[in-house]
């Protein structure tokens, strides 16, 4: 038998205008945020304290029930799904401090803070950070759960080894400048031949632009990325590349794993939960690790936020469960339970952060954590941050790995970020 | 009667008897009722995402705030924006070093297990299992194994006395890991394919071609493959279908630093398909807009290259 198609697709579209008069007609109240008791809290696993939630269920369980779901996958474009859906929107909300710069022009979704007190908070947090959830129009969407201040991890017995400062404070002293670091890696490398103090040329420009008060787009939607300071952080880059010091190992491949217990890549520049990750990955190098400052000044990677959705019906209430929940005490739960570095310097002092790690040979790390969160520059980090900054990124990567000509690369990296501020709508 | 929750089907009450005569699909609305399921859902979740989809890409939208309008200015981009052609290209690759020797290889292993051998069914959930096995345990894997001290395929090379390559810090080593990772899952399932149409082929026509005094492989191309044509088609046009689509084998089997997008595809972009750039521009840069330009743009590619792939095989069977 054949079937014609004609004679198909207009059964087929019979088929569905017939039905989607009664199927699609009958709109439906779908509920948004919390209804009554119920309140929903959204974050990502990790993301937060699992004790802190704990109790902080039993603690307002009298007034509310709290709901707090772990989202898992991809969880920002699943956050902003459900907000542009309008629909089963979560009254409170983890942001995430990488997605910040694209909340923020829409701070209309959440509720400003300071209309629920929250000014009165602000001496408990870093300043830098509290910065970093205020709007354009200067509304505060969220508190501050974390903070990722950078630091360079090291192996001290290969530091000894290599003729190198091994001691925490020596090493933060003496290679207090990105141009003494790479003198270390290049001594390391001739003493050790086929060790590298470096893993990737990306890392040195992201983190020399982190340690400064500009990026890659300015309040005004303005292109700064072929300024200087972009330019000096490239240099820098290129610079470790061409003295040799990079490995050309692929991070997370078995090579890395091995090169890194071996000793071979004994440092990295990187934010506070890696101690967390080097735990997990390198179980076996426990006691060989120490915490010294960054070279070239304290950076910043990641550290989220709580935000209060407008869909909330009951913003005091929510507000009260958050701020309880960011207090100095539970930061410092935070930190013990899922590494999350405390974003209220209080919690600095406390025992519980100042006992001494094993796995960094009973070193105290919150004296090189905690000074190093103080001190962090505030940037503005422009919503086109990540588009524009992604070709320099993506240049910097071929200079390190396929030995593109940086000159060349620089170029191509300009040209592609002048399209793309073209096409964004910013100037260039 | 209900057929699905929530959507109740919309059927006609019967009309009382001074209703004029019924016609076409009033005669036969239960049947439509009875098949409306599977549109409605297309409908809603197939048809309309599709259409706004489109409506998306003629506007800027970050995913939250207020749409703009921007005509084709999208589309005008699109077609200039060197990153999506390279994308194109790095696809098509990708997808030619995987799927001719994907389709060889799962002919010689159908062709054999066709051939009586024992255990028949224990071999065709083996070569069935690396299908259903998570593309994201597997990239793991395979990313040990393309490593370059310590991985298999660099330890197999230096054991025949040849150099160690960096296959995940070159460009065409990247492509070549991603290809051998999607060759490696669809040889199996496609192999079961080309079973099931060998199975079809009477038996009385390979002893015409024995008695006739044809060798195995006369009768290999004089015969079976004539036959398999049907098959193998299906096999190109999904293949293609897939191929084009590829996503998440590059994007775990080069999943760098945190402080990396994973979605650029390494060193020189040189894994990034069009699935990933689609994905970088919508969910790394908020460009919603441009997201869904992009999408409809790789729709294009993937629909030409199907028409192609179908013309060929076709053209070669006329002949």
């Known amino acids: 038998m054949r079937l014609s198609r004609r004679g198909l697709l207009r059964a087929g579209l019979a088929g569905t205008a017939a039905t989607a008069l009664g199927g699609l007609a009958s709109g439906c109240a779908v509920p948004t945020g919390s209804t009554g008791r119920n309140m929903v809290l959204w974050y990502w696993s990790g993301g937060l304290s699992d004790t802190v939630v704990k109790k902080a269920k039993a603690r307002y369980g009298g007034s509310v029930d709290l709901d707090a779901i772990q989202i898992g996958g991809y969880y920002r474009s699943k956050l902003i799904t459900t907000l542009a859906g309008r629909a089963h929107i979560p009254d409170i909300a983890g942001l995430r401090g990488e997605d910040m710069a694209s909340y923020l022009p829409n701070a209309d979704q959440f509720v400003d803070l300071r209309t629920l007190g929250a000014e009165k908070l602000k001496d408990r947090y870093l300043d830098w950070k509290w910065q970093q959830a205020v709007a354009p129009d200067g509304s505060l969407i969220g508190l501050p759960i974390d903070v990722g201040p950078v630091v360079h991890y090291y192996q001290p017995a290969v530091y000894e080894r290599g003729g190198l400062p091994h001691e925490a404070a020596d090493v933060s002293r003496e290679l207090d400048t990105w141009e003494k670091f790479f003198a270390a890696g290049e001594r390391l490398k001739k003493r050790l031949p086929g060790t590298y103090i470096l893993t990737d040329v990306v890392s040195v420009f992201e983190m020399s632009i982190g340690q400064g008060t500009t990026r890659f787009v300015d309040e005004d939607r303005h292109f700064i990325g072929d300024g200087p300071h972009v330019r000096a952080c490239w240099d820098r880059a290129v610079e470790a590349k061409r003295r040799g010091i990079v490995s050309d190992i692929v991070a997370g491949t078995p090579d890395s794993i091995s090169a890194t217990e071996k000793g071979t890549l004994p440092s990295q520049l990187n934010a506070s939960w890696a101690a967390g990750d080097l735990k997990l990955a390198y179980p076996k190098t426990k006691g060989r690790w120490r915490v010294a400052d960054c070279p070239g000044g304290p950076s910043n990677v990641g550290g989220s936020f709580l935000a209060i959705t407008k869909a909330c019906r009951e913003p005091e209430r929510a507000f009260e469960i958050i701020s309880w929940m960011l207090d100095a005490r539970n930061q410092a739960q935070g930190f013990v339970d899922a590494g999350l570095f405390p974003s209220t310097p209080a919690s600095y002092g406390m025992p519980k952060l100042r006992e001494p790690d094993p796995f960094f040979g009973g070193q105290i790390t919150m004296d090189v954590f905690g000074p190093a969160a103080e001190k962090i520059p505030v940037a503005f980090n422009s919503p086109y941050d990540i588009a524009l900054g992604q070709p320099i990124r993506d240049e910097i990567k071929n200079v390190g790995v396929l030995g593109k000509d940086p000159a060349k690369a620089w170029e191509d990296a300009m040209g592609k970020c002048r399209r793309i501020a073209k096409h964004l709508g910013v100037t260039f | 009667m209900v057929v699905a929750e929530q959507t109740p089907p919309a059927v006609d009450r019967p009309r009382p008897a001074t209703a004029p005569p019924r016609t076409g699909w009033r005669k ?25 989809s489109l409506y998306l890409s003629l506007h800027r939208w970050d995913g939250l705030g207020s749409m703009e309008w921007a005509g084709l200015t999208q589309y005008q981009y699109l077609f200039t924006d060197t990153d999506f052609w390279q994308s194109i290209g790095t696809t098509l690759i990708i997808w030619a070093l995987a799927t001719f020797p994907m389709i060889f290889l799962a002919m010689v292993t159908a062709v054999m297990l066709n051939s009586a051998v ?4 224990a071999y065709r959930f083996a070569y069935f299992l690396p299908n259903v096995t998570s593309v994201v345990a597997v990239a793991i894997v395979f990313g040990s194994v393309f490593s370059t001290n310590f991985g298999l395929v660099n330890a197999l090379l230096q054991a025949v006395g040849l150099d160690q390559v960096a296959w995940l810090n070159t460009p065409w080593g990247i492509k070549v890991a991603i290809a051998t990772l999607m060759t490696w899952q669809w040889t199996g399932y496609n192999a079961i394919i080309f079973l099931a149409g060998l199975q079809t082929i009477p038996g009385d026509l390979y002893e015409a071609a024995r008695i006739d005094g044809a060798g195995p492989v006369q009768t290999f191309f004089r015969i079976t493959l004539p036959l398999l044509r ?59 807009g441009y997201g869904a330009a992009v999408a409809w743009g790789i729709f294009l590619v993937v629909v030409l290259f199907s028409i192609i792939n179908w013309r060929l095989v076709q053209r070669r069977g006329e002949q």
């Open chain 2, 28 to 52: 036969h609305w239960h049947l439509y009722a009875a098949i409306s399921p599977f549109y409605l859902l297309f409908l809603a979740f197939g048809l309309i995402p599709v259409g706004f």
């Open chain 2, 118 to 121: 024992r255990f028949k069914n």
């Open chain 2, 230 to 288: 049907p098959t193998l088609l299906f096999v190109l046009v999904v293949s293609t279908v897939t191929g084009l689509q590829s996503f998440s084998e590059p994007q775990v089997l080069l999943q760098t630093t945190a402080n990396e997008s994973t979605f650029s595809g390494g060193p020189d972009h040189a894994g990034r398909t069009m699935v990933l750039y689609f994905f970088q521009q919508t969910f790394d840069n908020n460009d919603f």
